[in-house]
């Protein structure tokens, strides 16, 4: 098992394609008030078959699988097929293949929908779905742990007040860099921020306005910095920005930016 997210989606695409024999799925992931999008691909499918999948509206299908932890899947004629919701069939497939809900516990935490099954594949039956509910099952409860601890990992490498990254983070950052621009002869550039007379505006307005001046700053840096640079409160009122890719010139043009934001 793993805690990474990338690594279960990619074993989930694998389990799906390979046993399944599915071209296109899915998934709709809810954490929190974060929804969280993963497009599971066979390898080889052409860009316009999978554009054609991403342009379908999923909104109604989502909406009426998350309204409960029933299940929302495959029923056999006994069941009834016509109570199935919504109603959609998927090319090559003898059954209409509704969302299928990901539980985890008696929460409802996202959807599976099967888009497009391989060419080659002649139907969908009851077997293949009940097999499917295991790997959902079992996905479900793996992303739902995956991103629980990638928040305590955000946590950890967060500066509590601001919520850029940590001195500890930036460090080990910052030393990952140097290295990767020694090996490829990039340019990087670092740059140290601080704010101009900040005792002042802690005695003569407290604390907590000394606490919001920071936030506001960090806000300032996090709108003004790409999203491959790494802004991070090194401790007080100085910050840091690890620029790669970026020469002196440009660091310029940066620290210019922000300094007029500011």
Known sequence: STLNVESIYENMRKLTVNLLEVEIFQIFFYDGDEQFHYLGVADGVP??????VLSQNRD????????????????NA????????PQFRIPNSEFPI???????????????????????????????????????????????????????????????LTGLYNHRYFQERLDKEVERSI??????????????????????YGHRQGDETLKDLANILRSNVR???????????????????????RAAIVAERIKKAV
Do not use: W
């Not at 006994?78 to 109570?83: F, P, Q, S, V, Y």
């Open 78 to 85: 006994e069941c009834g097929m016509k109570n199935l919701v």
């Open 227 to 249: 999203s491959v640079d790494v802004p991070a409160r090194y401790g007080g009122d100085e910050f840091v920005i690890i620029l790669p890719e970026t020469d002196a010139k």
């Open 60 to 75: 109604e299908l989502i909406a009426n699988a998350m309204k409960s932890p029933a299940e929302l899947g495959m029923r």
């Open 183 to 204: 090996h490829h002869a990039s340019p990087l550039s670092l740059l140290m921020v601080d704010v101009n007379k900040f005792k002042i505006v802690n005695d003569a």
């Open 47 to 52: 860009d316009d078959t999978i554009k054609t």
């Open 98 to 160: 509704p969302g299928i809900p990901m539980v985890v516990g008696d929460q409802v935490k996202g959807v599976m929908t099967i888009e497009k099954l391989l060419n080659r594949r002649q139907k969908f039956d009851v077997e293949d779905f009940e097999l499917l509910k295991i790997f959902v099952k079992e996905a479900a409860i793996a992303l739902a742990n995956g991103y629980a601890y990638r928040q305590l990992e955000d946590v950890a490498m967060k500066d509590g």
